[in-house]
């Protein structure tokens, strides 16, 4: 009888059901991307793989295999997997209430697919969102924002039908949603947001170049007018490597003790463009 497979001193979880190949991919992915293994720099073999993990020569393989097909190494008999120039891409930073000053910097720094674009009636959960009747026609959108042509996010939007009817699929093309939203005569006033973990599905993750289930920064945004009506309900997934929120605190005193107060991030490079609406 063929035995499990091992753990080494970097011991991987048997009983998760994730594949051993595509853990040892994940761990060696995160030092690449964190510049622990730099550019141009030898990864190591696939013996010193399974010594390290505790995995058969097969496994070592697949997880090379799968840090190839994703363009983070490059593999070469006599040369061994050498990690490749740009692997470790700076990711945006953005703040997390700052995500309208940086809507016009975003156009011009990121590009922008329409996967789907159409009218249908609203979900139950959708129309609960949006405020109105179950089965209300919405307009419903699939977007993909890239950088550099690398995948950051997917983006799917839904708006209520009279203002999605101000413009086309090729406006949605060329320029950031919010701005026709604002040509629309919508003025917007303000948003909900919130930010949680998702797990990317098939199509999602073939659209944004990652592994069926990697995790990816699920954010919810809920964006309302003057009148308080809402107008826009989106759903973005972003691929955690190249796009992170960060904040910075400042410890003030109060009449209650000191706490912490948040203030937004200065605007560096990577910090220029929020690839959102």
Same mark, same amino acid.
């Given at each position: 009888?063929?035995?499990?497979? =091992?753990?080494?001193?970097?011991?991987?979880?048997?009983?998760?059901? *994730?594949?051993?190949?595509?853990?040892?991919?994940?761990?060696?992915?995160?030092?690449?991307? =964190?510049?622990?293994?730099?550019?141009?720099? !030898?990864?190591?073999?696939?013996?010193?793989?399974?010594?390290?993990?505790?995995?058969?020569? *097969?496994?070592?393989?697949?997880? $090379?295999?799968? +840090?190839?097909?994703?363009? +983070?190494?490059?593999?070469?008999? #006599?040369?061994?997997?050498?990690?490749?120039?740009?692997?470790?891409?700076?990711?945006?930073?953005?703040?997390?209430?700052?995500?309208?000053?940086?809507?016009?910097? $975003?156009?011009?720094?990121?590009?922008?697919?329409?996967?789907?674009?159409?009218?249908?009636?609203?979900?139950?959960?959708?129309?609960?969102?949006? #405020?109105?009747?179950?089965?209300?026609?919405?307009?419903? =959108?699939?977007?993909?924002?890239?950088?550099?042509?690398?995948?950051?996010?997917?983006?799917?939007?839904?708006?209520?039908?009279?203002?999605?009817?101000?413009? =086309?699929?090729?406006?949605?093309?060329?320029?950031?949603?919010?701005?026709? +939203?604002?040509?629309?005569?919508?003025?917007?006033?303000?948003?909900?947001?919130?930010?949680?973990?998702?797990?990317?599905?098939?199509?999602?993750?073939?659209?944004?170049?990652?592994?069926?289930?990697?995790?990816?920064?699920?954010?919810?945004?809920?964006?309302?007018?003057?009148?308080?009506?809402?107008?826009?309900? *989106?759903?973005?997934?972003?691929?955690?490597?190249?796009?992170?929120?960060? $904040?910075?605190?400042?410890?003030?005193?109060?009449?209650?003790?000191? !706490?912490?107060?948040?203030?937004?991030?200065?605007?560096?490079?990577?910090?220029?463009?929020?690839?959102?609406?």
């Amino acid at each position: 009888m063929q035995q499990p497979e =091992s753990t080494g001193a970097l011991a991987l979880d048997i009983r998760s059901g *994730i594949p051993l190949f595509h853990q040892v991919a994940v761990i060696l992915r995160d030092r690449i991307l =964190s510049g622990a293994h730099a550019e141009g720099e !030898r990864l190591p073999s696939e013996a010193e793989i399974c010594d390290n993990f505790g995995v058969s020569r *097969i496994t070592a393989k697949r997880a $090379m295999d799968e +840090l190839a097909a994703e363009g +983070l190494v490059t593999r070469a008999r #006599g040369r061994g997997t050498i990690v490749t120039q740009g692997a470790a891409k700076l990711p945006f930073e953005v703040s997390v209430d700052g995500w309208i000053e940086n809507i016009s910097r $975003m156009g011009r720094m990121t590009e922008v697919s329409v996967l789907e674009f159409g009218y249908r009636r609203a979900p139950r959960a959708v129309a609960r969102e949006l #405020g109105l009747d179950e089965g209300a026609e919405v307009q419903r =959108s699939i977007r993909v924002r890239t950088h550099d042509g690398t995948p950051l996010s997917w983006l799917e939007t839904w708006i209520p039908a009279d203002i999605g009817r101000s413009y =086309s699929a090729e406006d949605m093309g060329a320029q950031p949603l919010l701005h026709l +939203l604002e040509r629309a005569g919508v003025r917007i006033a303000s948003a909900k947001q919130t930010i949680t973990a998702g797990l990317a599905a098939p199509q999602v993750a073939q659209a944004l170049g990652v592994q069926v289930g990697s995790a990816l920064l699920d954010v919810r945004r809920l964006v309302r007018d003057a009148d308080g009506r809402p107008v826009e309900f *989106i759903s973005i997934l972003y691929r955690p490597d190249l796009y992170r929120f960060a $904040m910075e605190l400042t410890r003030v005193g109060g009449a209650d003790g000191a !706490r912490w107060e948040a203030e937004s991030p200065s605007a560096g490079p990577a910090a220029a463009a929020m690839p959102g609406s």
